[in-house]
Nanobody, 126 residues
């Protein structure tokens, strides 16, 4: 049994900041990547950011590069997403995913992830 719990979503004005976190509980894995995806109403789930097992490799969608920062804490089995300079188009449900022993080349593909959280709503207003 694996559970991912996201937190930190909410409402913010454009230009503001929010910080998301996602904690993994249950079964332990030898190596796993963690990523954030988002899904806006009427749109498909899209890649936002990911971090490799060591935490030294990070990946970002072009739309969030320079504004969002991903990090992970192995001891806490937690991944964080610091979101700055938020825009209206960042409004979506944000999902955290775990990819067990996933090649780095797969981090931007949602189908490559094995477990997902329930999602947390981020709403950016004008």
């Amino acid at each position: 049994q694996v559970e991912l719990v996201e937190s930190g979503g909410g409402y913010v004005q454009a230009g503001g900041s929010l910080s998301l976190s996602c904690t993994v509980s249950g079964r332990a894995f030898s190596t796993y990547a963690m990523g954030w995806f988002r899904q806006a109403p009427g749109k498909e789930r899209e890649f936002v950011s990911a971090v490799g097992w060591t935490g030294g490799s990070t990946y970002y969608a072009d739309s969030v590069k320079g504004r969002f920062t991903i990090s992970r804490d192995h001891a806490k089995r937690t991944v964080y997403l610091q979101m700055n300079s938020l825009k209206l188009e960042d409004t979506a449900v944000y999902y955290c995913g775990v990819g067990v022993a996933m090649p780095i080349a797969g981090v931007t593909t949602s189908a490559r992830y094995d477990y997902w959280g329930q999602g947390t709503q981020v709403t950016v207003s004008a």
